[in-house]
Nanobody, 124 residues
Framework: QVQLVESGGGLVQAGGSLRLSCAASGRTFSRYAMGWFRQAPGKEREFVAAISWSGGSTYYADSVQGRFTIFRDNAKNTVYLQMNSLKPADTAVFYC?????????????????WGQGTQVTVSS
């Protein structure tokens, strides 16, 4: 069993930055691929970014490419999402997810464990 706890959300003006953190329990964190997803009101949950177990491979949605960076610290059992140049369209609840496999994917259904989410609001 893996428990994920997100933090770092909040209210920021357009053009600003936030760093989300996701702390994971369990000793097998380093074997899991991790992902960030988001869900805006009235919309389906969508892929944002993902990272392989080693951090050697990363994937991004087109909408965040070049603005967001996913990285992880396996010694701290934590994955991060650095978000720069934020836009009002980025407003959503952001979720951290763990996949019990080493290879990351962009599909929601491939992830086995989910955090409770953290709200990110970007004002114009």
């Amino acid at each position: 069993q893996v428990q994920l706890v997100e933090s770092g959300g909040g209210l920021v003006q357009a053009g600003g930055s936030l760093r989300l953190s996701c702390a994971a329990s369990g000793r097998t964190f380093s074997r899991y691929a991790m992902g960030w997803f988001r869900q805006a009101p009235g919309k389906e949950r969508e892929f944002v970014a993902a990272i392989s177990w080693s951090g050697g491979s990363t994937y991004y949605a087109d909408s965040v490419q070049g603005r967001f960076t996913i990285f992880r610290d396996n010694a701290k059992n934590t994955v991060y999402l650095q978000m720069n140049s934020l836009k009002p369209a980025d407003t959503a609840v952001f979720y951290c997810a763990a996949r019990t496999a080493t290879i990351a994917t962009m599909r929601t259904r491939d992830y086995n464990y989910w955090g409770q989410g953290t709200q990110v609001t970007v004002s114009s």
